[in-house]
Structures are given as C-alpha cells and as structure tokens.
C-alpha cells in the first residue's frame, strides 16, 4: 500500500504579470493546480473558485471514479459565477488535479496546466495539453521545438468556465515507491524545458527545496507568467511523513510579487475603462445610436404623466398617447435589432486592445452599450507589456479596427517577434 510521504507547493507572481491568477491545493489525496484567464479579478475568480471546489472533494472523501464529476462540478461553478457577474465575464480556468490512491494515481485535466511522473531519474508527461499549438504538434503540423517556441501557445482549447459543460481527460497510472509527481502551470513549462525540470527534480533530495529551485529557474528564464509548482512523493505505508500531516490545505506559501516597473498609463485598458469609440462599420453597431433612441423616447413619454384639466384637449391627448406609444414600440425593436446585431458582431470580430497593462486579443467589438453591457472580452493576452511599445506602435495597435481572428493572430505574432518596426 502507498501514499504521499513528502509534499511541497509553491505559487510565485513571476516578474512580467502584476497579479497571481494561478491556484493549487495540496491536501492528501488530492492534488491540484488551475490557471485563470479573465479580465480585471476575473481569472483570479476562476480559478480559487475551481480549487475551493476541488477542496471540496477531499472533505467529502474522495474517490477516484467521483474525480470527473468533481471537475465538472468546478466547471459549473466557475461557469455560473461568470453568469452571475458581468465583471466576470467570459472568464475561465485550466486544472489539472490527481488523486493519489493505495496503488494509482488518477490525473483529470482540462487545459495545459501539466502533469508528470519522475521515475528511476526520467521524467514522463502524463498529461496531453488542451492547446491550439500542442494540437497542432500532435497532428504533425508543427515540431516539437516549433511548438515549444511558438508566440500562440498560451491559447487553450479548453477550460472551466465558458461552457455549462466540459470535456475532462481522465488517465490512471500505477504507482511506485519513490515516484515524484509534479503539477504545473504553464508559467513553468513555458519557461524552461523538460530536460530542466528533470535536473532540478534529480539535483534535489527535498521537495521544498526542489520546488523552489523550480520557480526561480522560471523566473531567471523571464517568469513571464504565474509559476505553480505541487510536487509530492510516493512512498510505503512505513515511511516518515515530514511534511504531509502538518502541511498547510492549499498554502499560497510564497507569493513573491516582482510586478511591472512601469505601464503604460496614456492607453486605456478595456478591462477598467468603459470605451465607446468612432462610429460603427458594416454590421456593427454604435453606442451613440443606442443612446439617440433612447433619448428620442424621453420627451415623448413625459407627458402622459401630466394631466390636462382642459376637457377640449382630451382628443389631441388621446392621439398624443397613440404616438407615446407607437414611439415606445419602436424603440424596443430598435433596441431589438441593436442589441441582435451587436450580439451577431462580438461572435465574429476582434481587435487589439490593452488587458491588464498588455498586449491582448479581445473578440467582440470595442464598445459599451447602457447598463454597463460589454461587447468585448479578453480572449488572449501576450507577454508584451503596453509600456514597452512605441507611440506609433501603440497608435498602430490600439486603433480599434476590427479584425478577423486570423489577422489579430498575425499582427500579435508580429509584437512579440518584435516584427511591429
Ligand atoms: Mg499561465
């Protein structure tokens, strides 16, 4: 029979983000880890939503058979969340959990948060990557060291949040004595390859040591993300058990902020700051549109709230009530339409924009209707920092347009191959 008999978990900001949106927990026998992606909070939500869940499971006792059911549970947690708030909107989240029985470990996984087993001093992937570039790698398309190096590979494929339901990876694996497991966020396998990684396991003899050996070979190498780290070792029923019984539930033990020196403060950022721009093209719409309607109906309605004692006037009352009326009507079908029309847009269009001090892909359209409805959200965002751009670069990029999700692609692809000059 085994179980964990060392564990160490370690969550750090990086030096480029301005905020840690990965979470972990560490609570014999689950383990986990998930990245959040969103606006403003959003993909901090996320994914302390998904983990507080997860948590969940070990109370409950967990089995490994439940371990997809739990997932999807974080799933529609996360997912009703971001109904429920339109500041949370479109967010979302990776995890990657294992569940560590006498013999197996179970490993469910949505997105590219990673999984790996190190046995006898060789590392072993254990998770395949919900990634449009690990995609393309595995149908041949790409190489390895393409994919590795490609400016797309933070885009997933998949994550808990934007759908009611999801699509979980469920693999077990037979266990032995002596087996590390390690769970990550991308910040980490982005950052450095496997065959460091394998090193910094084999040079250490503590996971703790371990771990953060990890995190700062991701920050040496840039730390342009969040890095999480849970390892665990596998060992008999017999052996010494340091750090397992007194270990904290989810511990965000290190949570070293490096941040920004500097952001660019004369471009607004769509994920703080409403912004209605230019008039609308084809199949579009313009908030100013909406608001003439809207104030088209203000005058018209007024009246029939005021009385007239004058008897003569009744008729000419009467036809001013029909007109109210007719008005009111068409300006709910007006509303309709725009409303129809704005959301046919956000389906199929894109700009550049500003999220969170960086270069990002938005789908939608760059205004606000009333009521603080967003056309817009942030479906990538790069590792560039707005600062870092040129006044023309950011005139360039931040001018609005709409584009197709092809053409955003290529024009981030050309910022971050520093391709823009
Ligand atoms: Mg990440």
Redesign the pocket.
Known sequence: MLRVVEQAAFTDTGRQRRAN??AMLARAPLYAVA?GMGGAKAGEIASRTAIDILGLGVEDGIVKARLVELVRRANRAVHEAQLADADLSGMGTTTTVAHVGDEALTVAHVGDSRAYLLRDGSLRRLTDDHSLVEEMRRSGRLTAEEAANHPQR?IITRALGPDPVVEVDVREFALQAGDVVLLC???LTSMIPESRITELLKESSRLDTAGRALIAAANAAGGR??ITVVLLRIGGIDDEDPTVAGAPADADEQATQVGLAATGASVPDLDTAATVAGSGSAGTIDAHEVRAAAEAAGPVTQPLAARDPRPGRRKQRSRRRSRAFAATIAVVITLGIVAFAGWAATRVTYFVGSSQGFVAIYQGVPYDLPFGVRLYKPIYRSGVPTSSLSASERERLYDHQLRSGQDSQDLIKAVEREELR
Do not use: F, K, L, T
């Open positions: 949106e990965d990245d933070s966020s991308d910040g993300d969040n």
